[in-house]
């Protein structure tokens, strides 16, 4: 019996339990308990299976990364897809994983939400055997324990910010001004808030009259954005400039700033530098709110395709593959740029 065949067996006899248990997953959830002629004709064990462990759905850039990824990895294109969704908790991954390799699947797709404590999982999936791809973030684990990493180069999106900040403070004529700023940082040693405060910091040492004021990490998302916001304009009366680690942070970070009674974006007195350049930002940045966004390209599913396809073939694959990235700020035709864009 092979890997599909086993996955839809598995799949196949909880559904079975289900329905004979009688706790009929239709009176529960209202959906149909997909039976295993469904998952039959669904399957055909020529698929590709995949186990997708993703960090959560905690910003604009997660949803698009994991539609990028749903949509590639399809029936249609040879792949049988099984996506895990870790509510930004890194104990769901590792469970996520552990379940793959009981279903053998062939490939383990993984965004891991943190850098460190991977060694140990991914492991146990070598010893598997199967080939773990890790997307977006990085694992610090020996690179025998992956086939390859496909994201951004975080440390250059932060040095990005930094040189963009010194243009447009000279622009200002405020090259030599005091420039207070405070950081609102990404989740906690993910690769994306390593890279971008790392890079952001390497352009501060050039200017001593630039002061971060704190660092202090809003996880991401929006509602932790704010509140830390809030938090920080309390503690210090002087901003000048928040570099926000993601879009969602920096629109709650323009409401407290709102709410505050204080302004923000290239007319306001407080800049705001973020990262993603998410859809949501053009419209911030068109209703000037915030000043730039430094882009990370989420669209990793065409990309993951074709490397699956190759390891599939037998072929090799680059270790690291970075995604092309620019940035997009209040001074272009962001109307015309916007629309080029997949997300
Ligand atoms: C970046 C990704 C980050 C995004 C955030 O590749 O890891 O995680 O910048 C997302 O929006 O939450
Ligand atoms: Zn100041």
Known sequence: ?????????????????????????????GQETPTARQFETEMDENLIAVGFSQVG???????ANTESIQSALTPENGFYLIYEDAQQKQENQFKAIRNFILQEVDYIVLSPIVETGWDTVLQEAKDAG???????????????????????????????????LEQYLKEQGRADEEIHIVTLQGTLDSSAQLGRTKGFAEVMRKHDNWD???????????AKGQEVMEALLQKYDDIDVVVSENDNMAFGAVDA?????????????????????VNAA??????????????????HGPKLQEIIHALNDGKSVDKIQYMEETYFDTS??????????AY
Request: glycine share 8%.
């Open 1 to 29: 019996m092979n890997r599909i065949q086993k996955i839809t067996g598995l799949a196949a006899a909880l559904g079975t339990f289900l329905l004979l248990a009688g706790c009929g997953a239709k009176e529960q959830s």
């Open 57 to 63: 759905a905690e910003s604009d850039w997660r949803a």
């Open 130 to 164: 199967i080939p773990v791809i890790l997307v977006d973030r990085m694992a610090q684990v020996d690179e025998e324990l992956y086939a390859c990493w496909i994201g951004a180069d975080f440390e250059s999106e932060g040095r990005r910010a930094g040189e963009w």
């Open 212 to 222: 971060m004021l704190e660092m202090r990490d809003a996880d991401f998302t929006q």
């Open 257 to 277: 700033i709102h709410e505050a009674g204080r302004s923000c974006g290239p007319d306001g007195d407080i800049t705001i530098l973020s990262f993603d350049a």
């Open 282 to 299: 053009f419209d911030a940045m068109l209703s000037g709110e915030i000043n730039v966004s430094f882009e990370c390209n989420p669209l």
């Open 332 to 341: 272009m035709d962001l109307e015309e740029l916007r629309k080029t864009r």
